[in-house]
């Protein structure tokens, strides 16, 4: 007869085990007293009007009144980064923080019970360098967002080939050029999501030990060839979806820009909804779905 395997728990040299392991000791203790806490709260999802399903809005995702409250099961998106681009707006660094933060509000908003968000996200500049990614998750949590953890995307050898030394081979002024952005993962007001509809999951065992890394590995897409000055691989909502969604649910893209979220839901069955202020991507990202959908379509029939 086979000896029970003993679970494990937090010791103050902590633990290699993961099975049953018992890290109440450490969840209670005063570091995690100053952090967002998980809610008692009833599973609530109300249906999204047909007529926003599948759809990219043409407007500001500062207001998203035409989605009710727990609407929607995850978000996934990457911010405009006010550098200048030709959809930025000049707004000092308070007032960007103050547009974004608008934007994550209503998303809190219209996400179910545990849904889940996933913001992609590059620093900025050099001169000072900003961590852009530090002031999201300060704002997230301030929002009352609980912090599941951050992805690093290392985009490798497709990283932007601009030389960003500073100095040649001289401590005068040496610069770090980024090979990498962020994927930031949060939750509202539940760590575990409710799949009170039985819903299916449709990851794969491969994609799931791989997905559930904290460094993704892929390459960055060419802006020239989908038509959009800073597009993310399809690859980065797909794994995202994935991860956090069950088949037939509904995802949130508050910065649609070319649609590649839209192609990567519709690729995992699932269904969709963005928010664009650009009537010019607004019809890109149609147009991008169309075509998505007809090849989907013609391979499917053979």
Same mark, same amino acid.
């Given at each position: 007869?086979?000896?029970?395997?003993?679970? +494990?728990?937090?010791?103050? *040299?902590?633990?290699?085990?993961?099975?049953?392991?018992? #890290?109440?000791?450490?969840?209670? /203790?005063?570091?995690?007293?100053?952090?967002?806490?998980?809610?008692?709260?009833?599973?609530?999802?109300?249906?999204?009007?047909?007529?926003?399903?599948?759809?990219?809005?043409?407007? /500001?995702?500062?207001?998203?009144?035409?989605?009710?409250?727990?609407?929607? @099961?995850?978000?996934?998106? #990457?911010?405009?980064?006010?550098?200048?681009?030709?959809?930025? !707006?000049?707004?000092?660094?308070?007032?960007?923080?103050?547009?974004?933060?608008?934007?994550? !509000?209503?998303?809190?908003?219209? %996400?179910?019970? $545990?849904? &889940?968000?996933?913001?992609?996200?590059?620093?900025?500049?050099?001169?000072?360098?900003?961590?852009? @990614?530090?002031?999201?998750?300060?704002?997230?949590?301030?929002?009352?967002?609980?912090? &599941? $953890?951050?992805?690093?995307?290392?985009?490798?050898?497709?990283? /932007?080939?601009?030389?960003?030394? $500073?100095?040649?081979?001289?401590? +005068?002024?040496? +610069?770090?050029?980024?090979? @990498?952005?962020?994927?930031?993962?949060?939750?509202?007001?539940?760590?575990?999501?409710?799949?009170?509809? $039985?819903?299916? /999951?449709?990851?794969?065992?491969?994609?799931?030990?791989?997905?559930?890394? #904290?460094?993704?590995?892929?390459?960055?897409?060419?802006?020239? &060839?989908?038509? @959009?000055?800073?597009?993310?691989? =399809?690859?980065?909502?797909?794994?995202?979806?994935? %991860?956090?969604?069950?088949?037939?649910?509904?995802?949130?893209?508050? *910065?649609?820009? #070319?649609?590649?979220?839209?192609?990567?839901?519709?690729?995992?069955?699932?269904?969709?909804?963005?928010?664009?202020?650009?009537?010019?991507?607004? =019809?890109?990202?149609?147009?991008?779905?169309? &075509?998505?959908?007809?090849?989907?379509?013609?391979?499917?029939?053979?």
């Amino acid at each position: 007869m086979g000896r029970k395997r003993r679970g +494990t728990e937090t010791s103050s *040299f902590g633990t290699p085990g993961r099975v049953s392991h018992d #890290s109440s000791r450490f969840y209670s /203790s005063r570091l995690y007293e100053d952090f967002p806490r998980e809610k008692k709260v009833r599973y609530e999802e109300n249906e999204l009007p047909q007529e926003y399903l599948n759809r990219i809005l043409c407007k /500001s995702s500062e207001d998203m009144s035409e989605l009710p409250d727990s609407s929607v @099961h995850l978000m996934v998106t #990457s911010p405009p980064y006010n550098v200048g681009k030709e959809y930025d !707006r000049d707004l000092s660094f308070k007032e960007y923080r103050e547009f974004l933060r608008r934007v994550w !509000r209503e998303t809190y908003r219209v %996400l179910v019970p $545990g849904g &889940r968000v996933c913001i992609n996200v590059a620093n900025l500049g050099r001169k000072p360098y900003i961590p852009l @990614h530090a002031f999201i998750i300060e704002d997230m949590l301030d929002l009352g967002f609980l912090m &599941r $953890g951050e992805i690093i995307w290392d985009k490798g050898a497709s990283a /932007s080939p601009s030389v960003a030394w $500073g100095s040649w081979m001289s401590a +005068t002024n040496p +610069t770090l050029r980024d090979t @990498h952005e962020y994927i930031l993962v949060f939750s509202k007001d539940t760590f575990r999501r409710a799949n009170p509809k $039985g819903r299916e /999951s449709t990851i794969s065992r491969e994609e799931f030990l791989e997905f559930t890394k #904290s460094v993704w590995t892929f390459p960055a897409v060419s802006a020239k &060839r989908i038509g @959009h000055p800073a597009p993310f691989p =399809e690859e980065l909502p797909y794994r995202c979806i994935q %991860l956090y969604t069950f088949k037939g649910e509904v995802v949130l893209d508050p *910065f649609m820009g #070319s649609g590649q979220t839209a192609i990567a839901a519709l690729r995992a069955d699932r269904l969709y909804v963005g928010y664009e202020v650009s009537r010019e991507y607004v =019809e890109l990202a149609q147009e991008r779905i169309r &075509r998505f959908l007809l090849k989907h379509r013609a391979r499917r029939l053979f």
